[in-house]
């Protein structure tokens, strides 16, 4: 197993499509986990949310998150990262992010029809300013 460098965590967020698993807190203090799909903006993460979903409802309380995407082709990998959530409902910030959000797990083909449709109102836009992260490649490595 090997640890993986700030730059290295950056990049293997980026090399490919995979879900983030995003984890907020509820009001009750017991954890909530959810997919989701992601980009990045420089070192912040970037994903959409519905104005009512609990992630939203738990964010608009306690804005910290903690997220792990994984790599679970053998030798595996995974990068975790600790944050603080900012969300907006800002249209055309919307539109451009769940876009990209969109071309990059649809493909460009697609990505203006999934754009369009995740960047309806009521969708929020959730911006990740990380302030922990940690990666380890080669899982079953030697």
């Not at 017991?30 to 070192?43: I, K, L, S, Y």
């Amino acid at each position: 197993m090997k640890e993986m460098t700030r730059k290295e965590c950056l990049a293997f967020l980026l090399a490919k499509p995979r879900t983030a698993k995003v984890a907020t807190v509820r009001g009750s203090g017991r954890p909530h986990v959810a997919p989701v799909w992601f980009t990045m903006d420089g070192e912040d993460l970037i994903f959409t949310t519905w104005h009512t979903s609990l992630k939203t409802k738990n964010l608009d309380q306690y804005p910290w998150v903690s997220i792990c995407v994984d790599d679970d082709q053998p030798p595996f990998a995974f990068v975790k990262l600790d944050g603080t959530a900012a969300l907006s409902n800002d249209p055309n910030a919307l539109r451009r992010w769940a876009t990209l959000i969109a071309g990059r797990y649809m493909g460009a083909a697609e990505a203006e029809a999934y754009g369009k449709r995740n960047s309806v109102k009521g969708e929020l836009l959730v911006r990740i300013k990380i302030s922990s992260i940690m990666g380890r490649d080669d899982v079953a490595g030697w």
